[in-house]
């Protein structure tokens, strides 16, 4: 593995995450199916202002269990971007269901609700629109075009806890939303995920779906009695010890991102300087929490030149996302090719992650920048 000057992302800690794992670690017993894990879902569901909250061991597993809540299957139709991480698709074949790939809108770079309505068929049942980088998508006009169509909107938020949109939290807009608190989130117990929702019937459903199928009146592991099964499961729950690092970094939640603000302030004012790159931004309808600081160049050549120079630089930089619909087994698949969804394909030859973490000196601000600078001088 190279040492990095810069990686692309560090997590930010302090003495409350290794205070709280390691009184649970002392407590020698309840590492699974500790009260810590219903006090981090009471957490997250009054933080985003939602009815319930479970929490799971991925925001792919969030995804799957989600669907399955749903009774998406076979047949099923399920509306979703192909700019995004792939397991926002792969969770749609996890059920059986078709994924229909839409297009994304440039500002948000979420599903573009104006051309939603062109790919509902009789068998669309349910929309999966997606958070990109801690920028939410335009998810109330996104409802207003599914409104006739009665289908189940599951947001893809995996990279959007903290953020909002239009004085809401993300979390608390959708039939269900999904979190992933894998170790590049901006919330991160290195693995982990939860997912919201203000429906009594997918709460109890999901609970049955991560734990076996199991109904638990008391702890599993303290009950020397039969358990009662009521159909089929997974073992999708979070740990104990990954909760408690749930609870501690959600305290500083708003700590962690108002410092991602501030350095994603810093580097697009010393970036805007040039004509080439159009940096990130939300505005007071959507707040940016900047999980990823993504510019976007002009063309795809000069981004892999800038991407190139970045690594050699000893900078990691990332492309986020390539298509799906331009993958090897998609395409092998559902037959999808180059040309489907055109505002995707430009985007993503666009796009470039840079690096951003909250404990961000500006010594590696002001190098990051200045090898960009470089970059451009070479380049004219």
């Not at 799906?324 to 470039?352: M, R």
Request: proline share 4%; with cysteine.
């Amino acid at each position: 593995m190279p040492e990095w000057k810069i990686p692309l992302y560090k997590i930010y800690t302090d003495d409350e995450d290794l205070n709280l794992v390691t009184k649970i670690i002392k407590r020698g017993n309840r590492w699974a199916i500790g009260p810590e894990v219903e006090q981090f879902e009471n957490a997250i569901k009054n933080y985003v202002g939602s009815d319930y909250c479970l929490t799971l061991n991925s925001g792919t597993s969030a995804l799957h269990a989600s669907l399955l809540a749903y009774e998406l299957g076979k047949g099923a139709e399920i509306i979703v971007p192909s700019f995004t991480f792939i397991s926002t698709v792969n969770s749609v074949l996890f059920v059986d269901a078709i994924p229909t790939f839409a297009e994304i809108e440039e500002t948000n770079l979420g599903l573009d609700p104006e051309l939603i309505q062109a790919r509902i068929s009789s068998r669309t049942k349910a929309i999966i629109p997606m958070d990109c980088g801690g920028l939410p998508c335009k998810i109330f006009e996104i409802k207003k075009q599914i409104e006739d169509a009665g289908l189940i909107l599951i947001e893809d938020a995996a990279e959007a806890l903290g953020s909002s949109v239009k004085g809401t939290k993300v979390g608390s807009n959708a039939d269900a939303t999904i979190f992933s608190f894998t170790g590049n989130k901006v919330l991160t117990t290195g693995e982990g995920g939860a997912i919201t929702t203000n429906s009594r019937e997918i709460y109890e459903k999901i609970k049955l779906i991560r734990s076996h199928g199991r109904i638990d009146k008391i702890n599993y592991f303290n009950n020397p009695h039969e358990s009662n099964y009521q159909g089929v499961g997974y073992n999708w729950r979070m740990s104990t010890i990954t909760a408690c690092l749930g609870i501690t970094q959600l305290e500083k939640l708003d700590k962690i991102i108002k410092m991602r603000q501030e350095h994603a302030n810093f580097l697009s004012e010393r970036l805007s300087k040039h004509s080439q790159i159009q940096v990130p931004k939300g505005n007071t309808e959507y707040i940016h929490i900047y999980q990823m600081y993504t510019i976007r160049l002009p063309n795809k050549i000069i981004r892999d030149k800038l991407h190139s120079h970045l690594l050699a630089d000893g900078i990691f930089s990332k492309v986020y996302f390539y298509p799906i619909h331009l993958t090897d087994f998609y395409k092998k698949k559902f037959g999808t090719k180059l040309g489907n969804l055109p505002v995707t394909e430009k985007i993503a030859d666009q796009v470039l992650t840079l690096p951003i973490y909250p404990n961000m000196t500006t010594e590696e601000k002001n190098l990051l920048v200045e090898s960009i600078d470089m970059f451009f001088e070479k380049l004219e």
